[in-house]
């Protein structure tokens, strides 16, 4: 956790470092640059990693943590080389092993800063993101191996991180890919993704030797409208 939290403070610090060198050059010490704002729709899969399973994506038992997952979002960029980003997904996840499993519906918002390495001005458009959300999810747990099954709701901190591609055209059209990853800051038995650990008939705790931070990527395409002004 700690390297991931290292690696949201490099792209932030990228991000400003950028502006700073680069801003004088591009539009002169005074010079006010072209400010954006776009609206985007992303769509496809989502893909639960953590307590309930761990098989990687595309491997033989994949399919059990395969799901989907829609996203809306809005842009504003006032700096020449990145973007603020407010984020909402809906996602669905799921996990089954030999003695779990779990299927859930999460909302998570999130407030994201998007480096833009070879700037915004540019109709192709790479970039990076991070940032802080919470998951709010609804759970329906399984405990096979007692027979037990439980509904519980969490909210659970998240630091969003991915990378994305954005072609916008002269009409201001945009279409992309985006591929991301949302780390849980915790997995205790208060807050987690898939409802693992948790304490059964108030003596077991079942769980109590993962420490595995859970996971879920999401990969979709994006579309959207880009405005200049």
Same mark, same amino acid.
């Given at each position: 956790?700690?390297?991931?939290?290292?690696?949201?403070?490099?792209?932030?610090?990228?991000?400003?470092?950028?502006?700073?060198?680069?801003?004088?050059?591009?539009?002169?010490?005074?010079?006010?640059?072209?400010?954006?704002?776009?609206?985007?729709?992303?769509?496809?899969?989502?893909?639960?990693?953590?307590?309930?399973?761990?098989?990687?994506?595309? /491997?033989? &038992?994949?399919?059990?943590?395969?799901?989907?997952?829609?996203?809306? /979002?809005?842009? *504003?960029?006032?700096?020449?080389y990145a973007?603020?980003?407010?984020?909402?997904?809906?996602?669905?996840?799921?996990?089954?092993?030999?003695?779990?499993?779990?299927?859930?519906?999460?909302?998570?918002?999130?407030?994201?800063?998007?480096?833009?390495?070879?700037?915004?001005?540019?109709?192709?458009? !790479?970039? @990076?993101?991070?940032?802080?959300?919470?998951?709010?999810?609804?759970?329906?747990?399984?405990?096979?191996? *007692?027979? &037990?099954?439980?509904?519980?709701?969490?909210?659970?901190?998240?630091?969003?991180?991915? @990378?994305?591609?954005?072609?916008?055209?002269?009409?201001?059209?945009?279409?992309?890919?985006?591929?991301?990853? =949302?780390?849980?800051?915790?997995?205790?038995?208060?807050?987690? @993704?898939?409802?693992?650990?948790?304490?059964?008939?108030?003596?077991?705790?079942?769980g109590e030797?993962? =420490?595995? !931070?859970? !996971? &879920? *990527?999401?990969?979709?395409?994006t579309v959207?409208? @880009?405005?200049?002004?």
């Amino acid at each position: 956790m700690k390297k991931i939290l290292l690696l949201s403070c490099v792209i932030v610090f990228i991000s400003i470092s950028t502006f700073a060198q680069r801003r004088m050059n591009r539009n002169g010490l005074y010079g006010i640059s072209e400010s954006t704002f776009s609206v985007n729709l992303s769509s496809g899969l989502s893909y639960y990693f953590g307590d309930a399973e761990r098989s990687w994506m595309f /491997s033989q &038992y994949s399919s059990a943590q395969t799901n989907f997952y829609v996203q809306s /979002s809005l842009s *504003y960029s006032f700096w020449p080389y990145a973007k603020l980003r407010a984020n909402i997904i809906y996602a669905k996840l799921s996990g089954a092993r030999a003695s779990y499993s779990f299927k859930s519906g999460l909302f998570e918002p999130d407030f994201l800063i998007e480096a833009h390495p070879f700037g915004i001005s540019s109709p192709m458009d !790479i970039y @990076l993101f991070t940032g802080v959300g919470i998951a709010l999810s609804n759970i329906d747990a399984y405990d096979i191996a *007692y027979d &037990y099954r439980r509904t519980l709701s969490f909210s659970t901190p998240v630091i969003p991180l991915g @990378l994305g591609y954005t072609y916008t055209f002269g009409s201001g059209f945009q279409l992309g890919a985006d591929f991301g990853f =949302r780390f849980a800051t915790t997995d205790s038995q208060t807050s987690n @993704l898939d409802g693992f650990p948790y304490t059964f008939n108030y003596t077991i705790i079942r769980g109590e030797a993962s =420490r595995f !931070i859970d !996971i &879920y *990527y999401t990969l979709g395409i994006t579309v959207g409208y @880009l405005w200049s002004f």
